[in-house]
């Protein structure tokens, strides 16, 4: 299974985006299991920006993230959805949403990028007036 971010683009700051994020597998129920949204902009490290739990669907937000992000999991489109206002030029940066493997899957391990497994190809998003 891999998970694929979409919805990137080129925004001017102050802007707003939703990108997207859908499982490679029809049966793969996005609400059972971990799943996490990370970025990396150009010459840093990736960064991790939420988790949401396959158990209560609680989220946890880096401090990066608080304020002008927001996660959903959408159990009725079986997808994921990372939401940005407020949009500055250091969110520039490829897009990443990822799935903890296991059935269930609570967030743990934020230093380890919550143990995250299951990954695919980012998007995007090129803030820049």
């Known amino acids: 299974v891999q998970l694929q971010a979409s919805g990137g683009g080129l925004v001017q700051p102050g802007d707003y985006l939703t990108l997207s994020c859908a499982a490679s597998?029809?049966?793969?129920?996005?609400?059972?299991?971990?799943i996490g949204w990370f970025r990396q902009a150009p010459g840093k490290e990736r960064e991790v920006l939420s988790c949401t739990s396959g158990t209560d669907g609680r989220t946890d937000l880096a401090e990066s993230a608080k304020g002008r992000f927001t996660v959903t999991v959408d159990s009725a489109t079986n997808m994921a959805y990372l939401y940005m206002t407020d949009l500055k030029v250091e969110d520039t940066a490829v897009y990443y949403c990822?799935?903890?493997?296991?059935?269930?899957?609570?967030?743990?391990?934020?230093?380890?990028?919550?143990?995250?497994?299951?990954w695919g190809k980012g998007t995007l998003v090129t803030v820049s007036s």
């Open positions: 990822a799935a903890v493997g296991r059935i269930y899957s609570t967030c743990r391990n934020p230093k380890k990028d919550y143990d995250m497994d299951l």
């Open positions: 597998e029809p049966g793969f129920r996005m609400d059972y299991y971990a």
